[in-house]
């Protein structure tokens, strides 16, 4: 049972690295209509960034975390304007292959600067481990960081979304872009700021995940990223709070999957799992259906 | 008219590969002085052919029948291993030393295993549409892969054992999970690859060119206007991804008789992305430009050796450019001028 216990607790806590992760590309797919393949390298470079900083040039580890959000932030805004706004009008599988052009871009640029060896991440959170239980519970300053981390995202999204006029742009943009434009909205502002959003939340999950998994190296990303759509997927892409659930459930299932069925299959039943609910409901857990016209 | 024009457009893209072929014959022989094939490249004839029938059955699935996949490496790894297990076990069983002959076996073993992977796969995937469709794709590759990293076989004369996460198999194991098949009998060539290719152009031109063909690209412009004139939906779209699926079997069983050791782990979704990105950059359902694209992209990182570290960054920049540029509307309406009906060929232009 106790053992149960800490498998949920580590779910929940890669669960909640997956689900800040898909929010960036929930909104970013969202709006732009486009699988936004460099996602996840955004995440590598956000904790590189974070590891110069503390390592290097001697900062703070929180002050590390705000250098890799505001570079990361400009890193997604000039990607947007270079590779993605020409190709607005272009098919999406040309989209799509400009976001792989980008990803291979981003992974090698970072394997020149910072070489192919993985780099040791110092955690950037010093709380210490909490034992429940007489020690049979184990939870790390890591894990409770990365749930907190979550929440106060998840509630600040929502009300930015929902309260603010940019975030209900935004969802005017992501419903119909014409008439968003006609309503005097200025959609490329508005694309820019969500890809801003997404790459400063793909920061701050880079950190997260390199302080719970330390091992730091130009292909970190990739895997996190595609699981991490696979959790947009799952929860219905497009949706705030799909992309927790979704998350959330792909952590648990991950660890689960990996402590009582097989370690080799842990992935492989993630992806089961995410092929039987598309069956059950094509546009995920929580997706609006569309209807289609002739 | 219209006829003769697409049967001379097919002639051109065989004699393309026959021309291609013999140059590349005479190259490695060495007949003519000063005209010989460096090793390196030399090694890479069969990966060429191997990544030309893969770019050109995924051009089914993408070009031709307007799905998106993402796990066209999956059924590439099905057919590997379905071949290594049967050309060893044709040598265990039967001491069936005849290599070509092995070698064509163990292709239409793979060819079938993955067929039945691609009937299997099919069946849940064409309900879906778009990216989601992609993401499941992507999906499957993953866990095929994953499955393919717990299964362990071995020989024991005739007997054939398989182990799911049990490597203590009685007799000689062969393919032993994460590490792979090890020890397999490099019997591909360079001329099977390229009678494979020939197949493949001839299975996948007639095709097109046929009523199914006709079916299954009235079904990608426009859905329910095909199903609404009797069109069956479901079977066309299912004859375009299952051949690609046992095209790509074939090719993974000549890739996986190829060399020595043959892991999961070279079937990676990164495997998938590449043979996708022939695709796009040959044209989008044009058979021809895939196989230049194949060629070209498979022979450049070996001509960009000279930047070492740089070469797959500055692959990066290509690829990100190229695109860039052949949907720049300024670029567009140049062409157009220049060039003014012939639409379809501007891709091609392009990536060559």
């Known amino acids: 049972m106790i053992s149960f ?14 689900a800040i992760i898909a929010l ?10 486009m699988l936004n393949f460099a996602h996840g390298d955004v995440i590598m470079i956000g904790g590189y960034i974070s590891f110069c900083a503390t390592q290097y040039w001697g900062m703070s580890p929180l002050m590390s975390v705000v250098i890799a959000m505001i570079v990361c932030t400009a890193l997604g805004v000039v990607i947007e304007r270079l590779a993605y706004k020409p190709l607005r009008q272009a098919s999406s599988l040309a989209v799509l292959i400009t976001a792989i052009g980008m990803s291979y871009l981003l992974q090698n640029s970072a394997q020149l600067i910072w070489g192919a060896n993985p780099k040791s991440f110092p955690s950037v959170v010093n709380i210490p481990t909490v034992s429940l239980f007489e020690g049979q519970l184990l939870i790390s300053g890591e894990t409770m960081v990365t749930v907190l981390a979550n929440i106060v995202i998840m509630i600040a999204l929502t009300i930015f979304t929902g309260k603010t006029k940019m975030g209900r742009a935004m969802r005017a943009v992501s419903e119909d872009k014409g008439a968003a434009e006609l309503m005097g909205i200025n959609v490329n502002a508005t694309i820019s700021l969500t890809f801003a959003i997404g790459s400063a939340l793909a920061a701050i999950a880079g950190v997260l995940l390199c302080s719970a998994y330390p091992a730091l190296m130009p292909t970190t990303g990739s895997m996190p990223g595609i699981k991490a759509f696979t959790a947009a997927v799952f929860g219905g892409i497009g949706s705030i709070p799909g992309a927790l659930v979704g998350g959330l459930l792909l952590g648990v299932i991950e660890i689960l999957g990996k402590a009582y069925v097989s370690t080799e299959l842990g992935d492989a039943f993630v992806f089961a799992v995410l092929i039987v609910v598309l069956l059950v409901k094509p546009t995920g857990l929580l997706g609006k259906k569309v209807h289609e016209k002739v | 008219m219209k006829m003769s024009k697409k049967f001379r457009s097919n002639l051109i893209t065989y004699a393309l590969v026959i021309v291609a072929f013999i140059i590349c014959q005479l190259a ?32 089914l699935t993408v070009g031709i029948s307007g799905e998106l996949s993402l796990g066209h490496a999956g059924f590439m ?3 590997a291993f379905s071949g290594i297990v049967m050309s060893s076990w044709l040598v265990s069983a039967f001491q069936f030393e005849n290599e070509l002959l092995r070698l064509l076996i163990a292709m ?33 590759g993953e866990i095929i892969r994953n499955v393919l990293n717990c299964l362990y076989f071995s020989l024991d004369g005739a007997k054939l054992y398989i182990g799911f996460n049990n490597p203590n198999l009685p007799g000689k194991v062969f393919v032993n999970g994460p590490a792979g098949a090890t020890g397999v009998d490099k019997i591909s060539t360079f001329v099977m690859g390229v009678v494979l290719i020939l197949f493949t152009l001839f299975v996948i031109l007639n095709l097109v ?23 069956n939906v479901t079977k066309y779209k299912m004859m375009a991804f299952v051949t690609s699926a046992v095209l790509a079997g074939m090719a993974g069983a000549l890739y996986g008789l190829n060399y020595s050791t043959v892991t999961a782990a070279k079937f990676r979704f990164d495997t998938s992305i590449l043979v996708l990105v022939f695709v796009v950059l040959g044209g989008i359902g044009n058979i021809r430009g895939s196989i230049i694209a ?39 309406n140049l062409v157009e001028r220049i060039r003014p009906k012939k639409k379809t060929q501007v891709k091609e232009g392009d990536a060559a």
Do not use: W
């Open chain 2, 28 to 59: 490695v022989d060495g007949t003519i002085e000063g005209f010989k094939m460096s090793r390196s490249l030399k090694g890479q004839l069969v990966p060429i052919c191997v990544y030309i029938v893969m770019a050109v059955s995924l051009n």
């Open chain 2, 294 to 332: 194949a060629t070209v992209l498979t022979i450049l990182p070996e001509v960009l050796r000279a930047f070492s570290d740089y070469r797959m960054l500055v692959y990066a920049i290509v690829l990100i450019l190229v695109m860039l540029a052949t949907n720049s509307p300024l670029l567009m």
């Open chain 1, 24 to 33: 960036g590309y929930s909104m970013v797919y969202g709006i732009a209509k």
């Open chain 1, 5 to 18: 216990l800490s498998h949920l607790v580590n779910g929940i806590s890669l669960g909640s690295v997956y």
């Open chain 2, 108 to 140: 239409i073993t793979g060819g079938v295993m993955a067929g039945i992977a691609g009937v299997l796969i099919g069946i849940p995937v064409l309900r879906l549409r778009g990216d989601y469709l992609a993401i499941v794709t992507l999906a499957f």
């Open chain 2, 209 to 231: 060119n046929s009523r199914s063909g006709r079916a299954i690209m009235a079904i990608r412009d426009n859905r329910i206007a095909a199903e609404s004139m009797g069109i």
């Open chain 2, 77 to 79: 790894s099905v057919g």
